[in-house]
C-alpha cells in the first residue's frame, strides 16, 4: 500500500489551499486517516484526523480554518485550509491505519505562506 498527497504549494497569508492524500495498493479498510505537519526546527504535530466514520479531530492552532473530510469510495483523505498564516509553513504528511498492514505514512508536500 502507499500514500500519495498533492495540493501543496506557495499561497499568500489569508489564501486557501486543499490538500489530498490517496491511498492505493491492497487495501482492505482504512480506519483513521490524518495530516500531520512539520515546520523546519520543529517537531512533527498533529494538525487533524478522521475516523472511517467521519468523525475528526483538529489541532487547537487550526480550528475553524481547516476542515478534514474523507471519500471512503477513493480512499481519499482531504484537507482544506483557509485563512493560511506564516505559521502554517511546513512540511504536510498523511497518515493511513489500514485495517490489514497497519499505520503508513505518505511522502509530504510542502506548503508555504508568504507574502
Known amino acids: 500500500v502507499q500514500l500519495q498527497a498533492s495540493g501543496g504549494g506557495l499561497v499568500q497569508p489569508g489564501g486557501s489551499l486543499r490538500l489530498s492524500c490517496a491511498a492505493s495498493g491492497s487495501i482492505f479498510s482504512i480506519n483513521a486517516m490524518g495530516w500531520y505537519r512539520q515546520a523546519p526546527g520543529k517537531q512533527r504535530e498533529l494538525v487533524a484526523d478522521i475516523t472511517s466514520g467521519g468523525s475528526t479531530n483538529y489541532a487547537d492552532s487550526v480550528k475553524g480554518r481547516f476542515t478534514i473530510s474523507r471519500d471512503n469510495a477513493k480512499n481519499t483523505v482531504y484537507l482544506q485550509m483557509n485563512s493560511l498564516k506564516p505559521e502554517d509553513t511546513a512540511v504536510y504528511y498523511c497518515?493511513?491505519?489500514?485495517?490489514?498492514?497497519?499505520?503508513?505514512w505518505g511522502k509530504g508536500t510542502l506548503v508555504t505562506v508568504s507574502s
Open positions: 497518515n493511513a491505519d489500514f485495517a490489514l498492514q497497519g499505520g503508513y
